[in-house]
């Protein structure tokens, strides 16, 4: 009966309380049960990575088992059943596929509560995988695709690249389907992008993706800056190799005679030799005595 009097007093006191009892009873269930149910939650493996004959994962969960799920190009997921609720973070794929070119993902499972799988990419360059690199600059991000693989001449241009694209940090993945190396416009100066790439045939996801790469889009004034120097070396080795040129063919003698250090002749050059009334002349050597030579007689050959 106290309880009564004091609810009809509360009314009285605020009477907006009927109209918004319900919601407010709603808004604490939901500010309740919403936390508790991520409590439950399992979290999903991380770093899971595909080498040729292996899937390898982390978990940053306990008491939890994993299962492996393969996808080929024309079936629905599939677990592996030597992969299927282990607590091992790995699983040997060399019993179980016939074609390399499968897909893989591994979910978790504690108390009954699955998380979401997460499929596995590739790090080391798997024969289903395209390579691929990342060049950043302002505004925009370049990915270097190489179509040299050895499936490009199984399916020549029916096999495509897919290509994933994402601000870091945000779950909303865009993507893109081309044949060669793509320019993604239009990013925000200083974030940072990742991408990864998978083949596409026929339209249709093929083979695991190659792992994420992420870069920071860089600021235009660095390019500029970049541009100024370059403009201002080329010409000033432009103008080095004209002059350089005009010297060289035209005052290289100049140069030279300007270059030449002074010389003079010394004083006693300019003396008056003695005797200057007799001809100078040469004297040489002074001759060796020798004698005349006024007759000869030759000698009998030996043996007469």
């Known amino acids: 009966m106290e309880m009564l009097v004091n609810m009809g007093h509360w009314r009285r006191l605020c009477p907006s309380t009927d109209l918004f009892h319900p919601n407010f009873f709603i808004l604490v269930l939901f500010c309740v049960v919403w936390p508790a149910a991520d ?16 899937v390898n994962w982390n978990s940053t969960a306990s008491d939890v088992t994993f299962t492996v799920e393969f996808h080929d190009f024309e079936s629905d997921w599939t677990p592996i059943e030597t992969c299927r609720e282990t607590r091992f973070t790995s699983c040997d794929l060399t019993l179980e596929e016939s074609d390399s070119c499968i897909r893989h993902r591994v979910t978790a499972r504690r108390n009954g509560v699955q998380s979401e799988p997460v499929e596995a990419c590739s790090r080391d360059g ?34 495509k ?7 870091k940090g945000e779950q909303l993945k865009n993507h893109r389907v081309t044949l060669s190396t793509e320019l993604i416009g239009g990013l925000e100066v200083g974030e940072t992008y990742c991408v990864m790439v998978q083949f596409a045939l026929h339209w249709k996801p093929y083979g695991p993706s190659s792992c994420m790469q992420c870069e920071t889009i860089p600021s235009s004034s660095g390019s500029k800056q970049t541009q100024i120097i370059v403009i201002c070396f080329v010409v000033l080795s432009t ?46 050597l002074s001759e060796e005595h020798y004698d005349v030579v006024s007759d000869l007689t030759p000698n009998q050959p030996r043996g007469v």
């Open 161 to 167: 690249y897919r290509i994933y694209f994402w601000k």
């Open 126 to 159: 798997h024969a289903c995988s395209p390579n691929f690199t990342l060049t950043a600059a302002p505004e925009s991000l370049r990915v270097n695709l190489k179509r040299n693989h050895n499936l490009h001449y199984e399916h020549a241009d029916i096999l």
């Open 39 to 54: 409590a439950f939650k399992t979290p999903s493996p991380i770093d899971v990575v595909i080498d040729h004959s292996r």
């Open 239 to 284: 103008v080095l190799l004209v002059v350089f040129a005009y010297v060289r063919l035209f005052k290289f003698k100049k140069i030279k005679e300007i270059l030449q250090p002074p010389y003079t002749i010394p004083p006693t050059f300019k003396e008056e030799l003695p005797g200057r009334n007799y001809p100078f002349v040469a004297v040489g």
